[in-house]
């Protein structure tokens, strides 16, 4: 098959949350399936171009825009592995520092998703299929829709609509979708009822041959009032066509028995090594050195979502408990501040790095004995994946992703992989951390524990070979005019 991947952020070139790692290690396993894939990302002011050797490729060429045109140019670099990757350059609206955040995303958007079409046959590549992943990406699926009738040859590319987070659906005033040649009046019956915004997520749940989502649970949980977003009902008509499934982990990037940032490497076989990183967390951390005080980690946004506000509810009882904690992150200021201040409140077991920091983010994932991640919703999560692949016990709220991957420890039958809890409030996180620490301090336990976790598999492999089902079947959907 010849496969178009497009998304917002790629890594390593840039990544502001877990699409940059999908979009930057699922092609790859793709390919390795022995198709032609090529990924496509807006050329971000941000990126290093010396080091990731970008090269023009394609223009200057004009593409008709709000009212005049824009310039557009096209370069070029592989990725790991080979794959082609393209950069659409326009330097007043994708020559920024940041990736998002800005007044006019929807307009930046619209002209990225216009000139991803226009480039294809500059390019000389006709894809069979494109993967559009979240809101940002949504208006090439209506675009496909809405050519005219001398474009055919687009109109025959079937769309797959992958959804990495349904909170976010990129809603604006209608002239954006006019920016680009859609007909602004040309409304969906979802948009009609708010005040005729435009939805890009929702045009791409309606118009997309086939919907995507990155776990199994949260593609049942979206078709719900509790989850859907306002969406439900859209999603819930789709349902036929609607498919999760789980996000992968670069066991390349990701993996105690290589990762040059950790004080000393293990695996399955040395686990007795990774007390050593611990220690050495401890260290970094100013916390009193010893293998038998329980250490957990935090690496997440600082947000509601990701459960901040019963974590931080609970927190205090859980370092009265002889509990080390440490927490990487950003967000939302009150958040950072709180952490901040229970850091000092409790200096020598509560350390809070108010940052973004890559390899120390490895030495929390190797060091911690657990990693709790008590999200309010997480439509797949990798945390849990990176921290299990490091022996490091998961605590979790059974929501999304995570009640896919993790399965809770049940002492009678000595199965499990981490603590599972249902309830989203602080007791039950609180009881979630207990049970763990209860389990911690029998040695034998807490060690099959850790190998049970270890020995899991969340490749993207086996994630790769669905999506090349449900490109077939987009395909065929297609030919069919379904």
């Not at 200021?333 to 983010?361: C, G, S, V």
């Given at each position: 098959?010849?496969?178009?991947?497009v998304?917002?952020?790629?890594?390593?070139?840039?990544?502001?949350?877990?699409?940059?790692?999908?979009?930057?290690?699922?092609?790859?396993?793709?390919?390795?399936l022995?198709?032609?894939?090529?990924?496509?990302?807006?050329?971000?002011?941000?990126?290093?171009?010396?080091?990731?050797?970008?090269?023009?490729?394609?223009g200057?060429?004009?593409?008709?825009?709000?009212?005049?045109?824009?310039?557009?140019?096209?370069?070029?670099?592989?990725?790991?592995?080979?794959?082609?990757?393209?950069?659409?350059?326009?330097?007043?609206?994708?020559?920024?520092?940041?990736v998002?955040?800005?007044?006019?995303?929807?307009?930046?958007?619209?002209?990225?998703?216009?000139?991803?079409?226009?480039?294809?046959?500059?390019?000389?590549?006709?894809?069979?299929?494109?993967?559009?992943?979240?809101?940002?990406?949504?208006?090439?699926?209506?675009?496909?829709?809405?050519?005219?009738?001398?474009?055919?040859?687009?109109?025959?590319?079937?769309?797959?609509?992958?959804?990495?987070?349904?909170?976010?659906?990129?809603?604006?005033?209608?002239?954006?979708?006019?920016?680009?040649?859609?007909?602004?009046?040309?409304?969906?019956?979802?948009?009609?009822?708010?005040?005729?915004?435009?939805?890009?997520?929702?045009?791409?749940?309606?118009?997309?041959?086939?919907?995507?989502?990155?776990?199994?649970?949260?593609?049942?949980?979206?078709?719900?009032?509790?989850?859907?977003?306002?969406?439900?009902?859209?999603?819930?008509?789709?349902?036929?066509?609607?498919?999760?499934?789980?996000?992968?982990?670069?066991?390349?990037?990701?993996?105690?028995?290589?990762?040059?940032?950790?004080?000393?490497?293990?695996?399955?076989?040395?686990?007795?090594?990774?007390?050593?990183?611990?220690?050495?967390?401890?260290?970094?951390c100013?916390?009193?050195?010893?293998?038998?005080?329980?250490?957990?980690?935090?690496?997440?946004?600082?947000?509601?979502?990701?459960?901040?506000?019963?974590?931080?509810?609970?927190?205090?009882?859980?370092l009265?408990?002889?509990?080390?904690?440490?927490?990487?992150?950003?967000?939302?200021?009150?958040?950072?501040?709180?952490?901040?201040?229970?850091?000092?409140?409790?200096?020598?077991?509560?350390?809070?790095?108010?940052?973004?920091?890559?390899?120390?983010?490895?030495?929390?994932?190797?060091?911690?004995?657990?990693?709790?991640?008590?999200?309010?919703f997480?439509?797949?999560?990798?945390?849990?994946?990176?921290?299990?692949?490091?022996?490091?016990?998961?605590?979790v709220?059974?929501t999304?992703?995570?009640?896919?991957?993790?399965?809770?420890?049940?002492?009678?039958?000595?199965?499990?992989?981490?603590?599972?809890?249902?309830?989203?409030?602080?007791?039950?996180?609180?009881?979630?951390?207990?049970?763990?620490?209860?389990?911690?301090?029998?040695?034998?336990?807490?060690?099959?524990?850790m190998?049970?976790?270890?020995?899991c598999?969340?490749?993207?492999?086996?994630?790769?070979?669905?999506?090349?089902?449900i490109?077939?079947?987009?395909?065929?959907?297609?030919?069919?005019?379904?």
């Amino acid at each position: 098959m010849k496969i178009l991947y497009v998304a917002a952020e790629v890594s390593p070139l840039v990544k502001v949350g877990g699409l940059a790692d999908v979009a930057g290690s699922l092609p790859q396993a793709i390919q390795r399936l022995g198709h032609d894939i090529r990924v496509v990302m807006p050329g971000y002011g941000r990126i290093d171009r010396d080091k990731y050797g970008i090269q023009p490729l394609v223009g200057p060429f004009r593409i008709p825009f709000q009212k005049g045109e824009e310039e557009i140019t096209i370069s070029h670099t592989k990725m790991n592995g080979g794959v082609p990757l393209y950069l659409v350059e326009n330097q007043k609206f994708f020559g920024r520092e940041n990736v998002y955040g800005y007044e006019d995303d929807g307009l930046r958007f619209a002209l990225f998703g216009l000139a991803v079409i226009r480039m294809l046959e500059k390019i000389d590549f006709q894809p069979e299929v494109i993967n559009c992943n979240d809101w940002h990406l949504a208006l090439i699926v209506n675009l496909v829709n809405k050519l005219p009738e001398e474009e055919q040859a687009y109109q025959r590319v079937a769309t797959v609509f992958t959804i990495h987070n349904l909170a976010y659906q990129g809603i604006f005033d209608p002239s954006v979708v006019s920016s680009v040649g859609l007909d602004e009046s040309d409304l969906l019956e979802l948009e009609k009822e708010r005040e005729g915004k435009i939805n890009f997520m929702a045009r791409g749940i309606s118009f997309s041959d086939v919907v995507s989502t990155v776990s199994e649970e949260y593609a049942k949980e979206i078709q719900s009032k509790e989850y859907g977003a306002g969406l439900e009902e859209l999603l819930a008509d789709k349902r036929d066509r609607l498919f999760g499934i789980l996000n992968g982990v670069d066991y390349q990037v990701f993996n105690p028995q290589t990762d040059p940032h950790i004080a000393l490497n293990y695996d399955l076989h040395s686990l007795d090594n990774k007390g050593a990183n611990k220690k050495a967390l401890q260290r970094e951390c100013g916390f009193e050195v010893g293998t038998d005080i329980p250490l957990m980690g935090m690496i997440s946004r600082l947000t509601d979502q990701k459960g901040l506000d019963i974590l931080v509810e609970a927190i205090k009882a859980v370092l009265e408990l002889g509990v080390q904690f440490v927490v990487l992150g950003t967000g939302d200021f009150r958040y950072q501040d709180l952490l901040t201040h229970l850091a000092k409140e409790f200096p020598h077991n509560m350390k809070a790095f108010i940052k973004f920091d890559a390899a120390l983010a490895q030495r929390i994932y190797a060091g911690c004995d657990m990693f709790v991640m008590p999200s309010r919703f997480e439509p797949c999560g990798l945390g849990q994946l990176i921290s299990m692949a490091y022996g490091t016990i998961p605590i979790v709220r059974r929501t999304g992703g995570l009640a896919d991957t993790v399965k809770d420890f049940d002492p009678r039958t000595g199965t499990g992989t981490g603590f599972v809890f249902q309830n989203y409030n602080a007791m039950h996180l609180l009881v979630a951390i207990v049970r763990a620490l209860e389990h911690f301090r029998d040695e034998g336990t807490w060690r099959s524990l850790m190998e049970r976790a270890m020995s899991c598999d969340f490749s993207w492999d086996s994630s790769a070979h669905k999506y090349e089902e449900i490109y077939k079947l987009a395909i065929e959907l297609r030919k069919k005019g379904h």
